[in-house]
C-alpha cells in the first residue's frame, strides 16, 4: 500500500516491474489499482490478491485507525478477518 503522496510517478514504476496491484490511501479514502495489460492501472472494486477485501472494507478500518489507536483497529480487522468467509 502506498500510503504517501510522492513527486515520482511510482505508478510508471511498479508497472515496468509488473506489479499487478497498488494499493493507494490518502489517509481516509483507499483506491486499489489494478494493472491493466497495458501496463497502466485503472480502478478495481476489490482487491484481485485478496478478492474478499474491497476499498468500502479497508476504508471502515482506515477510519477506525484514525479514531482509535492502532491496536484496536488491528484486532477490529482481525476480529472482522476470522468471521470473513473464504472466497
Known amino acids: ?22 494499493w493507494v490511501c490518502d489517509g481516509r479514502r483507499l483506491s486499489i489499482l489494478l494493472r491493466q495489460p497495458s501496463g497502466t492501472y485503472t480502478v478495481g472494486p476489490r ?8 476499498a468500502a472494507d479497508l476504508e471502515r ?7 482509535s489507536n492502532d491496536d484496536d483497529s488491528l484486532h477490529a480487522f482481525a476480529e472482522w478477518l476470522a468471521q470473513t468467509p473464504p472466497p
Not at 500500500?1 to 515496468?16: F, G, K, L, N, Q
Not at 482487491?47 to 474491497?54: G, R
Open 61 to 67: 478500518f482506515i477510519a477506525l485507525a484514525n479514531e
Open 1 to 22: 500500500m502506498d500510503y504517501t503522496h510522492h513527486a515520482v510517478d511510482r505508478e510508471s514504476i511498479y508497472a515496468a516491474l509488473g506489479v499487478p496491484e497498488i
Open 47 to 54: 482487491s484481485n490478491a485478496f478478492p474478499f477485501l474491497t
